[in-house]
């Protein structure tokens, strides 16, 4: 099945190791936002599965809600040791 569209280029189920460096864009709806003083931290959620997009400019969240659908395309980072939980 072809999902790609102008809102994604790939679903969440189908992103893994070897995307590490790649630049993606995915969307789906905010499940959770999390403020961490300067960063933030988006649980995005698609019908196959959820990732965690991490927003270093808090900005580009201004208007957005749970529940909201977005449209997000970046670079796929490899999670630290320490937060693998």
Same mark, same amino acid.
């Given at each position: 099945?072809?999902?790609?569209?102008?809102?994604?280029?790939?679903?969440? #189920?189908?992103? %893994?190791?070897?995307? /590490?460096?790649?630049?993606?864009?995915?969307?789906?709806?905010?499940? +959770?936002?999390? !403020?961490?003083?300067?960063?933030?931290?988006?649980?995005?959620? #698609?019908?196959? %599965?959820?990732?965690? /997009?991490?927003?270093?400019?808090?900005?580009?969240?201004?208007?957005? +809600?749970?529940? !909201?659908?977005?449209?997000?395309?970046?670079?796929?980072?490899?999670?630290?040791?320490?937060?693998?939980?």
């Amino acid at each position: 099945m072809n999902t790609n569209n102008i809102y994604r280029n790939r679903t969440l #189920d189908k992103v %893994g190791e070897g995307d /590490v460096g790649a630049t993606l864009k995915i969307a789906g709806w905010i499940e +959770n936002i999390r !403020d961490h003083g300067g960063v933030s931290f988006v649980d995005l959620r #698609d019908m196959y %599965g959820v990732m965690q /997009v991490v927003m270093r400019d808090t900005s580009l969240l201004d208007g957005l +809600n749970k529940e !909201d659908c977005v449209s997000i395309e970046g670079v796929i980072e490899h999670r630290d040791e320490e937060t693998n939980h």
